[in-house]
């Protein structure tokens, strides 16, 4: 498996004697368009575990719909947010309605799924998101699936932070998402300084710039993603002259190597073997099911 050396960052490299965690290596991904990987389990996935994938994708929302089809997976939990419009959701079990800014589409895809049809397009025509696989520790990548849609107004805000995913600022999240992980959606007014402090033993952290740019030791422009120094040390930031708007993580670390699949990352090398083996046995399901895919105006989605 390749690795990426992140110990040293040319442009942070001077910035060792200010306050807070050093960025020690930026990247602005792979892709073309509005749509980027800037994370992957066999690359920086690796190093950032249990964030092992990460998509900056962003266009016209009913492309995205038409273009998109059903697809698996096992082993992680899949967290979307939208930092610019929004969309609908329909999910028989979880009911409908609109995600945009601060709220979030969760699943833990566990011992097997298969989805793509539950999001379409909202209210905005245009829309930027991420998505972010978290790898499942190893008591829950067989689990049963799981699927939340949690409107803006459910979340909770500390400051300029809506609380994704974790505990943050005395809040927790709605979202049921394993243990030891944050994941906030931030948007800093112009030269507006905010410091965060992760919990004991979050020694993973980086962020992903959706719009704007950020000043001060961690300065970044729209599109780049930063990794933090691994220390249990406050991560210090200033908006830019036009403000910033991005997403922040940090984790204890994933304790399991990861075992990949196409879809699929897992803790273990068994679960792997089984989660693959339901995604075929759901294959079989939904496509012997034809054009009755859908019912009563709602997706059905597959789970093991």
Do not use: C
């Not at 220390?231 to 994933?254: M, N, Y």
């Amino acid at each position: 498996m390749s690795t990426i050396d992140v110990t040293r960052d040319s442009k942070s490299s001077t910035t060792a004697t200010t306050a807070g965690r050093d960025v020690i290596y930026r990247t602005r991904g792979r892709g073309h368009g509005e749509v980027f990987r800037l994370m992957s389990p066999s690359d920086l996935g690796e190093q950032l575990k249990p964030f092992v994938f990460l998509d900056s994708f962003g266009g016209v929302m009913s492309e995205f719909a038409a273009a998109g089809g059903m697809h698996p997976h096992s082993g992680i939990g899949t967290v979307t947010v939208f930092t610019r419009g929004d969309v609908h959701f329909d999910d028989p079990e979880a009911g409908s309605g609109y995600i945009g800014y601060g709220g979030v589409e969760w699943m833990r895809a566990g011992g097997g799924v298969w989805h793509g049809k539950e999001l379409s397009s909202g209210k905005s025509e245009r829309i930027h998101g991420f998505q972010l696989w978290l790898a499942l520790p190893a008591e829950l990548e067989l689990a049963p699936v799981d699927s939340q849609y949690v409107e803006a107004s459910d979340m909770h805000q500390v400051g300029p932070a809506y609380v994704i995913v974790g505990t943050h600022g005395g809040v927790t999240s709605p979202v049921r998402a394993p243990a030891g992980v944050n994941y906030l959606l931030v948007t800093l007014a112009p030269g507006q300084r905010w410091d965060y402090t992760p919990p004991a033993g979050h020694t993973v952290g980086w962020l992903a710039l959706s719009k704007g740019s950020l000043s001060g030791p961690a300065n970044a422009s729209n599109g780049e993603l930063l990794i933090f120094s691994e220390d249990d040390g406050t991560i210090a930031l200033q908006g830019g002259p036009e403000g910033a708007t991005f997403v922040l993580g940090s984790a204890i670390p994933h304790p399991h190597d990861l075992h990949l699949g196409y879809y699929s990352v897992h803790a273990t090398a068994e679960g792997l073997v089984t989660g693959e083996r339901n995604i075929a046995a759901l294959k079989e399901q939904l496509f012997s099911l034809g054009n009755r895919q859908r019912a009563s105006g709602s997706t059905p989605i597959y789970r093991g």
